[in-house]
């Protein structure tokens, strides 16, 4: 392939008029097939394939899907390698933001409360803060009394009676 490209390099500089050569393509690798080069396969129902050597001629024939094979066209193109895309990467949209009401808070709840200056929100915050503390305190003495009554209590006996879980079953699989 290496010579071929040189030619076709010749044949692209200026002041070398260029020569038309017939090339075919390969049914499997997807390469050009010069004149002279490559193996043409007639299959039963009269369709032709010409394949550019007699691996891919041999390949086409086990059944081997040219896709899972890293140096045909195919996989280059499954895979998108080589070409270079025109419009250069797609650009992804960053999501704009959008504000939806919370539970138990309406939009312009939100909106008011975010213009409030940061002292004044501070303050509430702070009031806020210390109303949960009051209600924490009073909840741990109501629930040292109620824990109290409940230590009283005599344990419980566990469930089913005392038996084992098993219970004394035989395996009687092997003795019938």
């Not at 260029?18 to 390469?31: G, S």
């Not at 007639?42 to 899972?68: E, M, T, W, Y």
């Not at 975010?114 to 915050?125: G, I, T, V, Y």
Request: a positive charge.
């Amino acid at each position: 392939s290496r010579q071929f490209s040189r030619i076709e390099q010749l044949l692209a500089s200026p002041g070398i008029s260029a020569m038309v050569i017939k090339t075919d393509l390969c049914n499997y690798t997807e390469y050009r097939i010069y004149p002279g080069h490559g193996q043409k396969f007639v299959a039963r129902d009269g369709k032709v394939h010409f394949f550019i050597n007699a691996k891919c001629d041999s390949l086409f024939h086990q059944r081997i899907k040219p896709v899972k094979l890293r140096w045909t066209q195919a996989w280059r193109r499954m895979n998108k390698k080589g070409k270079v895309e025109e419009g250069g990467k797609k650009k992804t949209r960053k999501a704009a933001k959008f504000q939806k009401a919370i539970v138990g808070m309406s939009l312009d709840d939100l909106k008011k409360k975010k213009a409030q200056k940061p002292e004044l929100r501070q303050a509430r915050e702070a009031a806020a803060k210390e109303a949960k503390a009051r209600t924490a305190q009073k909840k741990p003495a109501a629930g040292k009394a109620a824990a109290a009554k409940g230590k009283s209590q005599a344990p419980k006996a566990p469930k089913g009676g005392g038996a084992p879980a098993g219970g004394n079953k035989k395996n009687l699989k092997g003795k019938m």
